[in-house]
């Protein structure tokens, strides 16, 4: 989505992970490479390398997943990603971003890098 949806430099955005098989596969490291996305991955057992995104899945998890009862996974998918593309990425402010949410950091950092 974020390559579909924004207008990005190569090698610009980084898919951030934990070191599990989906994502060690050839086959997938392949499309991040076609779509010029960078791949990091946490060292294993090393939990600080991970830590921006598995807030993300918290925060997901405790303020949404857990308190909302999806009829399928056609819903699921849909909600998941309506909310990860309006509430998280434009409304929901992140400290790790000095408090702006990631459209405003976004549009920051490229206003000052031009």
Aim: a positive charge; aromatic letters at 12%; glycine letters at 4%.
């Amino acid at each position: 989505m974020a390559v579909g949806n924004r207008s990005v430099n190569p090698f610009e955005l980084t898919f951030h992970s934990d070191s599990g098989i989906q994502y060690v596969r050839k086959e997938f490291k392949e499309q991040l490479k076609a779509k010029k996305v960078d791949q990091s991955m946490s060292r294993k057992g090393n939990c600080c390398d991970n830590a921006v995104a598995e807030s993300f899945f918290k925060i997901i998890k405790s303020e949404i997943i857990y308190h909302t009862g999806y009829v399928n996974l056609a819903q699921a998918r849909a909600e998941l990603v309506e909310l990860i593309a309006i509430w998280y990425t434009v409304k929901r402010n992140h400290s790790y971003l000095n408090y702006l949410t990631p459209d405003q950091f976004g549009k920051t950092t490229k206003t000052k890098a031009a």
